[in-house]
């Protein structure tokens, strides 16, 4: 059975950084591009980035040089480093199998200012 797990979210400092995992199972995970999406309180779902199976990453303008997308083939797991985070990147963060459509349950990110 498919399911993709997020992990790494948390509670943190308007500047700080968290680091997001999200690991696959049951999906050949080497032939699917890879996304995160995110979701704020009242706003709709927005992809933040995704990855291609070759590692071409590409992400939202709003986003670039904050947020840094890679995958681990190795470990089918799927990664997101937020740096320099703000209050309005409080969401939950969802990655994506894109090739199957799979969605995993998602994780809180809350940045305090």
């Known amino acids: 059975q498919a399911r993709l797990v997020e992990s790494g979210g948390g509670l943190v400092q308007a500047g700080g950084s968290l680091r997001l995992s999200c690991a696959a199972s049951?999906?050949?995970?080497?032939?699917?591009?890879m996304d995160w999406y995110r979701q704020a309180p009242g706003k709709q779902r927005e992809l933040v980035a995704s990855i291609t199976n070759t590692g071409r990453a590409n992400y939202a303008d709003s986003l670039k040089g904050r947020f840094t997308i890679s995958r681990d083939n190795a470990k089918n797991t799927v990664y997101l480093q937020m740096n320099s985070l703000k209050p309005e990147d409080t969401a939950v963060y969802y990655c994506?199998?894109?090739?199957?459509?799979?969605w995993g349950q998602g994780t809180q990110v809350t940045v305090s200012a």
């Open positions: 049951g999906i050949v995970f080497s032939v699917s591009t």
């Open positions: 994506r199998a894109e090739f199957y459509g799979y």
